[in-house]
């Protein structure tokens, strides 16, 4: 028997990077999963990559209308859910002289609002001693140039991690959070022009300890460990970082 033969799971954003990691490792291993996204063509193509046991709900977190509306399907597919990957969020790099209001609210519309009301939504769909994991960010623990919004909102997750907790584990419900370090996604290429993201990225792997990227896997097996394995932990923020917040 596969090790995840049964298990239900949800992955927002899992149409690209850590999102899609996560999806295709917990398929692979025998789960169901339902993945999210905005872009219809993303996640006809994702499902084709998970393979059969992946459903597929065009949304943005960010809209109720449209949680409702993935809790309805989730509940409809699959009944109940024993993983909850709350991965959904949008990067941007915002200078602290020129950021707009417009800039602000979108990114704490997606990455905040999103995440909360994305485990308000899915929580009576949880089954007994599920697990859901928020991912954060490196950001949220160091101080990153330009980047002050994003990393208020993946501060803001990390709270949230211990604060669901203490809501839901009446229900022996784990909630916990995985902060990534750099990890090669390609949504730097995807917010920023080729050059920015280069650089960007050449900063990083220069202040990491391990001195490279993460990779996708790396990150989806840190995530699985604390949806599934990590029976006796709670309210934790796991950095899988390179030692770049530890070291």
Sequence with gaps: MSKYSGKNVVVTGGSSGIGLAIAQSLAAGGARVAITGRSQAALDA?????GANAIAVRGDV?????LDTLADR???EFGTIEALFVNAGVTALTPFESTTEQAYDKLFAINVKGAFFTVQKLA???SRGAGV???????GVVGIKDSSVYAA???ALRSMARSFSRELLPREIRVNAISPGPVDTGVLERSMSKEAAAEFIAERVADNPMKRLGA???IAAAAAFLAFDATYTAGVELAVDGGVTQL
Excluded: C, M, Y
């Design 74 to 76: 989730v509940k409809a």
């Design 153 to 155: 909102g993946k501060a």
């Design 133 to 139: 994991v928020l991912t954060t960010s490196v950001a």
């Design 216 to 218: 996708l896997d790396e």
């Design 62 to 66: 960010s809209s109720l209308s449209d």
């Design 124 to 126: 009576p769909l949880l």
């Design 46 to 50: 994702a499902r084709e990559r998970i």
